[in-house]
């Protein structure tokens, strides 16, 4: 009897502490998700648009540090914790984007996992020879094959001046990286590469 006195009274004691275990994780769900909506909120009512750059291979922490760091989101972890639910952290994209601090976190991580752009990136090291820049360029939009027809065409400024009748391009496409606007062609493309060189290299240099 004496046994069964105190099951009854241990089980009754133990209700509360369930109840208040449930009732705190409950509230603690509750801050979570507030927490969480609150920083995804647009960092400002602000419509002044910046450039922001995300280079191949960054991670997703740097690129939500990035963003932070530019005041274009309000928190690095609820960043990370909407790509990762969405399934989008490792489909962030290189490139150059627009935005402005009155998009959510949550249009600035659409924006960035499907690519939408306001300029690209090309990253030409030193030593490429233009076959090989020709291979980079699709991922601009521009064909390898345009590219390379491209490099026969006539061109404007300095280095195209320095140029002996009759040589290649070969040599002066100035290694750089280079950002680039949707819809640039493979002669306006090979023009900037062009004027970088000019701009780079001293006269006194090819003249001497």
């Known amino acids: ?4 006195y105190y099951q009854r009274y241990y089980h009754r004691r133990r209700r509360p502490v369930g109840w208040v275990v449930l009732g705190g994780g ?6 979570a998700s507030g927490w969480y909506e609150w920083n995804l909120r647009p960092f400002s009512t602000s419509n002044t648009a910046q450039y922001f750059t995300v280079t191949a291979g960054n991670h997703p922490g740097t690129v939500a540090a990035n963003l932070a760091h530019a005041g274009l989101i309000r928190s690095r972890a609820a960043f990370l914790i909407y790509v990762a ?21 949550g249009q600035i991580a ?4 499907s690519g939408a752009v306001a300029m690209k990136l090309l990253a030409v090291p030193e030593g490429q020879t233009a076959a090989q820049i020709a291979a980079r360029v699709p991922a601009l939009g521009i064909s390898s094959a345009s590219f390379m027809v491209a490099l026969h065409d006539t061109y404007s400024g300095q280095t195209a001046q320095w140029l002996p009748a009759g040589a290649g391009l070969e040599g002066f496409l100035f290694p750089s990286s280079y950002r ?4 640039t062609s493979a002669h306006q493309l090979i023009q900037t590469m062009l004027d970088t060189f000019s701009q780079q290299v001293p006269a006194s240099l090819l003249t001497a």
């Open 1 to 4: 009897m004496r046994s069964n």
């Open 110 to 113: 659409e924006r960035i996992a």
């Open 180 to 183: 680039v606007t949707p819809g």
């Open 85 to 105: 639910l969405h399934g989008q952290r490792d489909h962030l994209q290189a490139g150059v984007y627009r935005f402005n601090p009155s998009l959510s976190a």
């Open 26 to 31: 409950l509230l603690l769900l509750v801050v």
